[in-house]
Structures are given as C-alpha cells and as structure tokens.
C-alpha cells in the first residue's frame, strides 16, 4: 500500500517577475544616459516607483490580492497630479470616490458563524463517532 500524498509543485514566479522589472528598468536607465532616445522626466519619478512596485505585488501574488491594484492607482494618481497643472482638484476627490465604491461593491467574506439554510453551521468534529441525529 502506498500512502505517498502526491502534491502539484507550482513554481514561484515572484523572481521571474522581480527579474523582468528589474531589466526593463534597468535597461530604460542605460538608454537614458546615453540619450539614445527621448525619454520624459516622469518616466523616473517616484510614482511611478510605486506603480513599478504594484505591478511586482500583483506578479508575486498571481494578481489575487487586491493590494497590487490599491498601489498602482496610488501611484497613477499621484503622476497625473504631479504633471497636469491643476489635475488635483480632481484626481483626489476621484480617487476616494473610486476607494469608496470599490469597498461598497466587494464581495463579503462569510464567516463561520452564519447560518445556511435557516440554521448554524456546526463544526465537524474527528473524535466523535458518525451516528445518525434523532
């Protein structure tokens, strides 16, 4: 008899992605100081830091937490509003609205303690014997 439990390796894709950022950044850098190309100032700016490390958050987590999604309109909202003149007025006010409404529209997550079909979920216990209820 075999009591070998045979389990799905899934492999890590966090270094994969980290090292695909890493690249295109890198890259992006050299041929900035070659001024091969003309590449904005904004390209290099702290926000989109932020949206470079978003877009790594969701690679590393196969894009199933919504933390990655949090970061990047952190950070896209942040560059429109350090590039277009006067774009804070609105680009806030949205994007609370956005946070707002994202919270109202989330799927809740149900709890042990709720009742399915008109009764409480019991816990199923290993110690007891499986007799039938009268």
């Not at 896209?76 to 680009?91: E, K, Q, Y």
Request: glycine share 6%; aromatic share 14%; proline share 7%.
């Amino acid at each position: 008899m075999n009591n070998d439990i045979n389990t799905a390796i899934t492999p890590n894709n966090s270094k994969a992605a980290a090292g695909v950022i890493l690249l295109v950044m890198g890259s992006i850098l050299l041929i900035n100081e070659f001024h091969l190309f003309f590449i904005p100032d904004w390209l290099f700016s702290w926000p989109m830091w932020m949206i470079a490390w978003g877009a790594y958050m969701g690679a590393k987590y196969n894009f199933r937490k919504p933390s990655w999604i949090i970061i990047i309109l952190i950070g896209v909202a942040c560059l429109i509003s350090n590039n277009v003149p006067d774009a804070d007025r609105i680009v806030w006010p949205i994007a609370i609205m956005g946070f707002g409404t994202w919270l109202v529209l989330k799927p809740r997550k149900q709890k042990e303690e709720e009742h399915f079909f008109g009764e409480a979920k019991k816990p199923f216990h290993f110690d007891k014997t499986a007799e039938p209820e009268v």
